[in-house]
């Protein structure tokens, strides 16, 4: 895709995405947001900053979309996205297996989820248990 600058006056961007700005009164570009109003009418904003570029004394003549981040490989940006996607406890827990959930969890018995055939004793196997309780379809 070939880009180039766009005047304002020919076209404004979507409101809300990030863009590369050129500003008249100023020699180097910047990276920048358009919003709109209520009424229709809209600003420049410098990246997450509250006053617009208008607000700075600075014009902003064309704006162009930003390019795509340089990437060596698909493997790359599916590393960076798991890493910039934090992850709660509570997320770790729901993507667990019924595997690793058996294996972390306590017996269902003992917190009274469920009543399994169990002599609550050291011959019950209490991962087998649970695994089959958590496989088992939630009869409430």
Same mark, same amino acid.
């Given at each position: 895709?070939? @880009?180039?600058?766009?005047?304002? =006056?020919?076209?404004?961007p979507d409101a809300?995405? #990030?863009?590369?700005?050129? /500003?008249?009164?100023? +020699?180097?570009?910047?990276?920048?947001? #358009? %919003?709109?109003?209520?009424?229709?009418?809209?600003?420049?904003?410098?990246?997450?900053?509250?006053? =617009?570029?208008? !607000? #700075?004394?600075?014009?902003?003549?064309?704006?162009?979309?930003?390019?795509?981040?340089?990437?060596?490989?698909? !493997?790359?940006?599916?590393? +960076? @996205?798991? #890493?910039?996607?934090? @992850?709660?406890?509570?997320?770790?827990?729901?993507?667990?297996?019924?595997?690793?959930?058996?294996t972390n969890m306590?017996?269902?018995? %003992?917190?009274?989820?469920?009543? /399994?055939?169990?002599?609550?004793?050291?011959?019950?196997?209490?991962?087998?248990?649970?695994?089959?309780?958590?496989?088992?379809?939630?009869?409430?």
């Amino acid at each position: 895709m070939e @880009q180039r600058w766009i005047p304002v =006056s020919e076209r404004l961007p979507d409101a809300d995405k #990030y863009i590369l700005v050129s /500003i008249e009164n100023f +020699i180097i570009s910047d990276i920048g947001r #358009y %919003e709109t109003d209520k009424d229709g009418s809209g600003a420049f904003y410098p990246g997450d900053d509250g006053k =617009s570029y208008v !607000e #700075y004394g600075l014009f902003v003549n064309a704006w162009m979309p930003l390019p795509e981040p340089y990437r060596e490989s698909e !493997e790359e940006v599916a590393t +960076i @996205q798991n #890493y910039d996607s934090k @992850q709660t406890n509570a997320d770790r827990i729901r993507s667990m297996t019924d595997e690793e959930l058996a294996t972390n969890m306590m017996c269902p018995n %003992e917190n009274g989820l469920a009543e /399994i055939d169990c002599d609550k004793n050291d011959n019950c196997n209490c991962y087998e248990c649970l695994l089959k309780w958590l496989k088992a379809e939630n009869e409430e």
